[in-house]
């Protein structure tokens, strides 16, 4: 079955970076393009951003653009998600998930504070 683990979060003080990456299976990867959201405390889950099946081509939310990057590896089937000039806001629990498939991880923490 399909499987997503999260990881690399932690806490970070503001400004700093984390990567996270995400290892996946259960399902071919390079047929899918992928996403990442992220779930804040008491908000819901909310997209951040994606990228293609070849990685081509990457969308990121308003609020993540310019701090964001998003990368795969279709030969290793992991998703990667760089973070830079991390705030406050940006604390919460962070998911992957392949589009049109409706499994989630457990997702990875970040929390950013001083």
């Known amino acids: 079955q399909v499987q997503l683990v999260e990881s690399g979060g932690g806490l970070v003080q503001p400004g700093g970076s984390l990567r996270l990456s995400c290892a996946t299976s259960?399902?071919?990867?390079?047929?899918?393009?992928m996403k990442w959201y992220r779930q804040a405390p008491g908000k819901e889950r909310e997209w951040i951003g994606g990228?293609?099946?070849?990685?081509?081509?990457?969308k990121y939310a308003d609020s993540m653009k310019g701090r964001i990057t998003i990368s795969r590896d279709n030969r290793k089937n992991t998703l990667s998600l760089q973070m830079n000039n991390l705030q406050p806001e940006d604390t919460g629990v962070y998911f992957c998930k392949p589009e049109g498939v409706d499994t989630w991880g457990r997702g990875t923490q970040v929390t950013v504070s001083s």
């Open positions: 990228i293609t099946r070849d990685g081509g081509v990457k």
């Open positions: 259960g399902f071919t990867f390079r047929y899918y393009p």
